[in-house]
């Protein structure tokens, strides 16, 4: 790419009080309205590293640029406006008495007319599926709801760059698919996206680019369809090669030619579909 980066890693470190190093020189350069994955087994140094980003955790060692500024001098507070993040555990960040006074809390910091307040928080509460349980404490909401809240308290403020730390743990298919939705208007509307997960299918199908990360290093950085497919580095990362890449293994130790390129369900749909066209064909002109 010629264009600059938006978040620029360099050399970054970071050593715990223990003496266990998290981080080591790790290098990384994120552009305007990616969408990347950052995967590795746990202890690898996933959460460590996107925390450096909005200044929970400041490098031992190393310097972090956003928008070509060292964010070093930068507050918490001054980076969340760039930078939103949201944790695996949504009570981690949820504290209010009710729903709707998460939301305010968010967005009373913001420029936002008084007469318009109210409004901005109904609309948010619409988007994420939340008006009905706006006066519900989030102690009370299920797992998922609780997953929205904790977007909807982090996106009303619509920083540049959002981060999700496993969003996608222990959601059921329309909860996946909602989220799916939402990272697809986010880039649409030029925000970054980075997603910490062990969703192997999940980044095959949604993820275009993948980090993989070993004892606090980068151990491959590329096109998820090549990442996530190479025995050697997901063996490496202690992960497990997607299903489809597993199948089409199969396939071929049965003599049957895969198409290297299928990394997705509709990929495989179409490759199915084809094949057992072929095979009605074959056997229309054996009876013939």
């Given at each position: 790419?010629?264009?600059?980066?938006?978040?620029?890693?360099?050399?970054?470190?970071?050593?715990?009080?223990?003496?266990?190093?998290?981080?080591?020189?790790?290098?990384?350069n994120i552009?305007?309205?990616?969408?990347?994955?950052?995967?590795?087994?746990?202890?690898?140094?996933?959460?460590?590293l996107i925390?450096?980003?909005?200044?929970?955790?400041?490098?031992?060692?190393?310097?972090?640029?956003?928008?070509?500024?060292?964010?070093?001098?930068?507050?918490?507070?001054?980076?969340?406006?760039?930078?939103?993040?949201?944790?695996?555990?949504?009570?981690?960040?949820?504290?209010?008495?009710?729903?709707?006074?998460?939301?305010?809390?968010?967005?009373?910091?913001?420029?936002?007319?008084?007469?318009?307040?109210?409004?901005?928080?109904?609309?948010?509460?619409?988007?994420?599926?939340?008006?009905?349980?706006?006066?519900?404490?989030?102690?009370?909401?299920?797992?998922?709801?609780?997953?929205?809240?904790?977007?909807?308290?982090?996106?009303?403020?619509?920083?540049?760059?959002?981060?999700?730390?496993?969003?996608?743990?222990?959601?059921d298919g329309?909860?996946?698919?909602?989220?799916?939705?939402?990272?697809?208007?986010?880039?649409?509307?030029?925000?970054?996206?980075?997603?910490?997960?062990?969703?192997?299918?999940?980044?095959?199908?949604?993820?275009?680019?993948?980090?993989?990360?070993?004892?606090?290093?980068?151990?491959?950085?590329?096109?998820?369809?090549?990442?996530?497919?190479?025995?050697?580095?997901?063996?490496?990362?202690?992960?497990?090669?997607?299903?489809?890449?597993?199948?089409?293994?199969?396939?071929?130790?049965?003599?049957?030619?895969?198409?290297?390129?299928?990394?997705?369900?509709?990929?495989?749909?179409?490759?199915?579909?084809?094949?057992?066209?072929?095979?009605?064909?074959?056997?229309?002109?054996?009876?013939?």
């Amino acid at each position: 790419m010629n264009e600059l980066p938006l978040i620029s890693l360099n050399g970054i470190e970071y050593i715990y009080e223990n003496g266990t190093k998290a981080l080591d020189n790790v290098n990384l350069n994120i552009y305007k309205s990616e969408i990347i994955g950052i995967m590795g087994m746990n202890g690898a140094g996933k959460t460590t590293l996107i925390r450096t980003l909005n200044g929970l955790i400041r490098p031992t060692k190393g310097t972090i640029l956003i928008n070509g500024e060292n964010i070093k001098s930068k507050t918490v507070a001054q980076l969340s406006q760039k930078v939103g993040l949201i944790f695996q555990n949504p009570h981690h960040q949820l504290f209010s008495n009710s729903v709707t006074d998460e939301i305010q809390f968010s967005l009373k910091n913001l420029d936002i007319k008084k007469n318009e307040f109210q409004e901005k928080v109904n609309e948010i509460l619409e988007e994420f599926n939340l008006k009905r349980f706006e006066e519900r404490s989030p102690l009370n909401l299920s797992g998922g709801e609780t997953k929205k809240l904790a977007m909807a308290t982090i996106m009303c403020r619509d920083p540049d760059i959002i981060v999700f730390d496993e969003p996608t743990l222990g959601q059921d298919g329309s909860e996946i698919k909602f989220f799916v939705e939402l990272i697809e208007k986010e880039k649409k509307a030029g925000k970054t996206i980075i997603i910490v997960t062990h969703n192997i299918e999940f980044a095959m199908e949604f993820i275009p680019r993948t980090i993989l990360m070993m004892n606090g290093n980068i151990i491959a950085d590329g096109p998820t369809s090549k990442v996530l497919t190479n025995p050697k580095l997901v063996e490496q990362a202690s992960l497990v090669l997607p299903q489809i890449t597993q199948f089409c293994a199969a396939l071929a130790a049965n003599g049957i030619a895969c198409d290297p390129n299928l990394h997705t369900r509709n990929d495989l749909k179409r490759f199915l579909m084809k094949f057992f066209e072929n095979k009605q064909g074959q056997l229309k002109g054996e009876n013939n």
